[in-house]
């Protein structure tokens, strides 16, 4: 048990429609990171938010954007779903920016697209 | 971008062998983390190195930070059925920050 947790667990939308994840980071934890894990590679940096704002961005399109709350959680919304967005995406919280504060996953939510 | 290199994809051993995974790069990084991958779940942090040299233990688990700062070895010994998984190295993508970059993994079979 990290402490973070996603939602829905699994899912499947069609081509050219809408996706909303959901993520709560670790109680204290500050920022979130999202990654996409496409089958039999490793997670790839989507972007991070730090306090509520944007804090770096991964090379993914306009189509993938973020928001963080107040209390830290944090939405991954993707427009226009195309047949390659299907992956596991991963959501991470961590005490602050810093590569020395431990980072901890969530278990992902699955997404296909058809 | 940075890109971190890790092989063989696959490794296959008996339990109670011991096994050593490495990863390199053509960047130089600050910082190495060591993650397992669980399936259907998300990537577990084994053990971080912040220091070029440095060499750290986790239980049956060693992973050392190599002196280029451009590689990182990972080491199991005496294997059991659990440390099934896939196995990756990741590292920040710029400077020192929580943004990171990972490897394609290997995905290591223990048989009993």
């Known amino acids: 048990e990290t402490g973070v947790t996603q939602s829905p667990t699994h899912l499947i939308k069609t081509r050219g429609q809408q996706v909303t994840l959901r993520c709560s980071s670790q109680s204290g934890h500050n920022t979130v990171s999202w990654y996409q894990q496409a089958l039999g590679q490793g997670p790839q940096f989507i972007f991070q938010?730090?306090?509520?704002?944007?804090?770096g961005r991964g090379n993914f399109p306009p189509r993938f954007s973020g928001l963080q709350f107040p209390n830290y959680s944090s939405e991954l919304n993707v427009n226009a779903l195309e047949l390659d967005d299907s992956a596991l995406y991963l959501c991470a919280s961590s005490r602050g920016t810093a590569s020395g504060n431990t980072i901890y996953f969530g278990e992902g939510s699955w997404l296909t697209v058809v | 971008g940075q890109q971190l290199n890790q092989s063989p994809q696959s490794m296959f051993i008996q339990e109670g062998e011991d096994v050593s995974m490495n990863c390199t790069s053509s960047s130089i990084f600050n910082t190495w983390l060591w993650y397992k991958q669980d399936p259907g779940e998300g990537p577990v942090l084994l053990i971080a190195l912040y220091k070029a040299g440095e060499l750290t233990s986790n239980g049956r688990l060693t992973a050392q930070f190599g002196i280029t700062r451009k590689d990182s070895f990972l080491n199991i010994s005496a294997s059991i059925p659990s440390d099934v998984g896939i196995y990756f190295c990741a590292g920040p993508l710029t400077g020192a920050n929580s943004k990171l970059t990972f490897g394609k993994g290997i995905t290591l079979s223990v048989r009993p």
């Open positions: 938010y730090y306090r509520e704002e944007e804090n």
